[in-house]
Nanobody, 120 residues
Framework: QVQLVESGGGLVQAGGSLRLSCAAS????????MGWYRQAPGKQRELVATITSGGSTNHADSVKGRFSISRDNAKNTVYLQMNSLKPEDTAVYYC??????????????WGQGTQVTVSS
């Protein structure tokens, strides 16, 4: 079993900052990519950012220059630093990890989601 636990969501005013964390634990042999999606009410899930085990990152155009993804491989944890938040960033944020378990089976694992609300 592999579990991802998210933290750090909440309510913030426009222009403010939040930092999301997502820790993977359980029967993990290795983890390749980790990242974040978000889903706003009535909209499709959107890829926000990804990071490989080597540290290569990609960010959606909508968050470039404002959000920054990072990870701590020793802790199997991925972070999303969100600055200059806008009301349109309001969504449920989901982390994922592409991990191989101790049985050498690869899967994409998901966090439970954390709500981010940005007030205008």
């Amino acid at each position: 079993q592999v579990q991802l636990v998210e933290s750090g969501g909440g309510l913030v005013q426009a222009g403010g900052s939040l930092r999301l964390s997502c820790a993977a634990s359980g029967s993990i042999f290795s983890t390749n990519s980790m990242g974040w999606y978000r889903q706003a009410p009535g909209k499709q899930r959107e890829l926000v950012a990804t990071i490989t085990s080597g540290g290569s990152t990609n960010h959606a155009d909508s968050v470039k220059g404002r959000f920054s993804i990072s990870r701590d491989n020793a802790k199997n944890t991925v972070y999303l630093q969100m600055n200059s938040l806008k009301p349109e960033d309001t969504a449920v944020y989901y982390c994922f990890a592409d991990s191989m378990n101790v049985e050498l089976r690869s899967s994409r694992y998901w966090g439970q989601g954390t709500q981010v609300t940005v007030s205008s």
